[in-house]
């Protein structure tokens, strides 16, 4: 069997050493013809650093590493180009380290070239690079420029800093502004688009990738793709967890499809599917890896609910943010937490249908979602699940009751937010974890149910009803309204709404 190319980015050693390459060169040679200026955004861990490697070999005219793909005889090797790569993954920890790590690559990569720069500032070295490098070689350069966003997404917890960040960017990104005549061809990857970036302000407008149909399997694998290439390890997946091999493709499928970018073309997580081979086990592996710090701090602040549920929006909704007013379902966009489920024109305006791609996408951020509000432990969240849901099925009033209360019980005092959406947005997580299909804010004709949960042929009929504190003159906090009395008004609710008709036929249970 061939190697999988796990951590693997440089796409030399990938075809050097004979591991498994996706080929992906259709999409290169259609990009290529299509703009010199392109920008694509990606979640982490997602093929966009091999990208830009493949990207690279290609310009320098390797023929040899493309022996076999689609590009090999479409390409004119004769024509070779130098390359500028860089990686913003670098210390921006302050603008200053930001600056030296960026005048540190730029000398560096005028090292390889054989040249020496004398620049003052950082954006006047990046000219002075181009121009010597294009000069010397006697042709135009390409600049391949990875994570371009990073030094902003790692520090956006500080909107100081990010801001101090953005502003070296802005400066060291218009040094490409005015270098038409040397350069080739551009491409940048990153997580998320910027609006107030200058790559997107002043260099010309460059081609945004993210949504064109054209690319939407650009990185991650095709169905075709993954029993294409991945036929062997398939099968010994299946043979390990005693599946057949229709039965182990629908498991996958199951737990790393479902990421699309046009609604119609849908891709697997390349790092969890690869993982998942190499372990011969299904997990919750992107999350480990592909999810920016910030994003976990993020969620604490926001409601669940475009996690738990389906999104319709507009593209200007989620395609770009500024850091200042951080888009809650763009950030969830572009991290890969939600994804194109539907496209739809509407009045000539695209309508999209946002949800969470597969089962390790829902169920690792359900289970931190709880593990933010609850700080319960992996193994004390699935031994309560348990409990729970056979308290559920059983009708075990009391015993359920109980298990809610120690569920509330392990909310730490700090996080006891007096926000209704706080507690609907736990309760909602918790009963998605225990298994159920579930809808939020369910409508029929005489009213709108909090959440409606199904499995098979049983629903669940959920009413929240909250209540905030108030101090009394001993400077205790007590419930404004009781226990008893939020119950009462819940059961009259459901039943003077007759919530419950528009289910007629099956088993139904009122929560």
Not at 136 to 149: C, H, R
Not at 310 to 328: H, K, L
Request: hydrophobic share 35%.
């Amino acid at each position: 069997m061939r190697r999988l190319s796990l951590g693997r980015q440089d796409f030399k050693t990938i075809r050097e050493n004979d591991y498994i390459y996706v080929d992906k060169t259709k999409q290169i040679h259609e990009m290529i013809n299509s703009s010199d200026i392109n920008f694509l955004s990606r979640p982490r861990r997602f093929g966009k650093s091999l990208l830009l490697n493949t990207l690279k070999e290609l310009f320098k005219g390797n023929k040899s590493l493309f022996k076999g793909l689609y590009i090999y005889d479409k390409w004119d090797w004769d024509m070779k180009y130098p390359v500028i790569h860089l990686d913003l993954s670098v210390n921006s920890s302050s603008p200053e380290k930001l600056e030296s790590a960026l005048t540190w690559s730029l000398n560096s990569i005028a090292k390889d070239f054989d040249i020496t720069l004398s620049a003052p500032d950082l954006q006047s070295k990046f000219k002075e690079l181009i121009i010597k490098i294009s000069k010397t070689q006697n042709q135009k350069v390409v600049i391949l420029i990875d994570e371009y966003d990073n030094p902003i997404i790692d520090n956006i917890k500080d909107l100081k800093l990010a801001e101090n960040n953005r502003e070296v960017l802005h400066d060291f990104y218009r040094a490409l502004k005015t270098m038409d005549g040397y350069i080739r061809f551009i491409f940048l990857t990153g997580v998320s688009k910027f609006v107030n970036v200058s790559i997107f302000s002043a260099l010309n407008n460059p081609t945004d990738m993210t949504l064109d149909k054209r690319f939407a399997t650009i990185c991650g694998y095709t169905q075709e793709e993954l029993e294409g290439y991945f036929s062997e390890y398939i099968s010994k997946l299946a043979e390990e967890l005693s599946f057949s091999y229709d039965e182990i493709l629908d498991k996958i499928k199951y737990w790393y499809d479902g990421y699309s970018w046009d609604g119609e073309s849908s891709v697997y997580n390349p790092q969890s599917t690869m993982v998942a081979f190499n372990h011969l086990k299904f997990n919750d592996y992107w999350f480990k890896t592909g999810t920016p710090g910030f994003l976990i701090d993020f969620m604490k602040l926001y409601d669940a609910k475009p996690i738990l549920e389906p999104v319709i929006t507009d593209e200007s909704s989620f395609d770009s943010f500024d850091i200042e007013n951080i888009s809650e379902i763009g950030l969830l966009f572009q991290t890969g937490y939600l994804t194109v489920k539907k496209l739809q024109l509407i009045d000539e305006e695209g309508e999209y249908t946002l949800a969470i791609p597969n089962n390790e996408v829902k169920n690792s951020t359900l289970k931190h979602l709880l593990n933010i509000y609850t700080k319960y432990l992996d193994y004390d969240l699935f031994r309560l699940i348990k409990e729970m849901k056979r308290q559920l099925f059983n009708l075990d009033g009391v015993p359920l009751e109980n298990s809610f209360k120690k569920l509330l019980a392990n909310i730490p005092y700090q996080l006891h937010i007096q926000e209704e959406h706080y507690y609907h947005s736990l309760l909602l997580t918790w009963l998605q974890l225990l298994g159920f299909n579930i809808i939020a804010e369910d409508n029929t004709n005489k009213g709108r149910i909090d959440a409606v949960l199904t499995e098979k042929n049983t629903v669940i009929i959920a009413e929240f009803k909250y209540s905030k504190l108030k101090e009394t003159k001993n400077s205790e906090w007590i419930p404004v309204k009781t226990p008893e009395q939020l119950l009462k008004e819940a059961k009259d609710q459901i039943h003077r709404k007759e919530y419950y008709q528009k289910y007629h036929g099956k088993k139904i249970i009122l929560l």
